[in-house]
């Protein structure tokens, strides 16, 4: 008798599970285009990623047969492997072995590994320029407070908002005693970041 044991954890998705409607839009989606197809499609899906252009989605659809929704399952499938990928640092082996026990064909998976290698360096910039950063600050600005009271009033301009706004601006009172504890936290702060090797 044989048995089959068939991980459920994968590297490339930090040592967790690959959630089940990755795994749902492999079989139903990706299994059915040619490897030549898609990698071509992949290529494309990571030019669109990096560069922020907006999806055609009449350009792909015809891919599978006209519909709109498998090439918009399809897109974000790939771009859920290829982002998870590089985000966790695995190789273009593990990752093309960790594809074929989800089910995606050998050469299927392998073309995807080609993809993931070639665009590798260009991802990992885009995460780290985009995708890593939320309440990116655009510019701010000091007054102080009206009405004789002891504060100061800081207004931050703000774009990719934790909550999903493209911009938005924040407004803080902060004592004036309390500035120079602020200034304080923010030294320490800063001088963390700066030992933080960003290049591992």
């Not at 990755?22 to 990698?39: P, Y």
């Amino acid at each position: 008798m044989i048995f089959i044991t068939f991980q459920n954890k994968f590297k490339f998705c930090g040592d967790g599970d690959c959630p089940d409607y990755i795994l749902a839009i492999i079989h139903s989606n990706l299994c059915g285009l040619s490897s030549i197809k898609l990698k071509s499609f992949s290529s494309r899906v990571v030019l669109l990623i990096i560069n922020d252009t907006t999806v055609d989605e009449t350009e792909f659809s015809n891919l599978f047969d006209g519909s709109v929704n498998d090439f918009k399952s399809a897109f974000e499938c790939i771009r859920f492997l290829l982002l998870s990928a590089v985000r966790f640092g695995v190789t273009k082996d593990v990752f093309s072995i960790e594809l074929q026990q989800l089910g995606l064909p050998r050469e299927h998976s392998l073309a995807l590994g080609k993809v993931f290698d070639e665009h590798f360096g260009s991802i990992e910039s885009y995460l780290r320029k985009d995708s890593l950063y939320i309440n990116k600050l655009l510019s701010s600005n000091f007054v102080t407070c009206d009405d004789g009271i002891d504060c100061v009033t800081m207004k931050f301009r703000l774009s990719n908002s934790i909550d999903g706004s493209s911009e938005t601006e924040q407004t803080i009172n902060i004592n004036n005693t309390d500035i120079p504890i602020l200034l304080k936290e923010l030294k320490i702060i800063k001088a963390k970041m700066d030992e933080l090797d960003y290049g591992q």
